[in-house]
């Protein structure tokens, strides 16, 4: 849940399959724009799944930048041991 100064808040809830966004859109006081809020969630989604599940593969998180436009880079490295 997100606090609202209307106390409007924002909030996420799981239908079985995803989450679904919880929020009158009419009362939306946050700094960007939905969908552009949405489309920042969905990219952190992705970063933290990508690194849960490489993580499970071997994989370590060696950095994580974000450049001023929003994109994310990481670099990650595996060692094979024989």
């Known amino acids: 849940v997100i606090p609202q100064q209307n106390n409007y808040d ?3 809830r799981n239908n ?3 989450y679904e966004l919880v929020t009158d859109l009419q009362f939306w006081q946050q700094a960007m724009p939905v969908d552009a809020f949405m489309e920042k969630v969905n990219q952190r989604y992705a970063i933290n799944n990508l690194i849960d599940t490489s993580g499970e593969e071997g994989f370590n998180v060696d950095n994580v930048v974000t450049a001023s436009d929003g994109t ?3 670099e990650m490295s595996r060692y094979a041991f024989n």
């Open 10 to 12: 924002v909030a996420f």
């Open 16 to 18: 079985g399959e995803s």
């Open 72 to 74: 994310v880079k990481l």
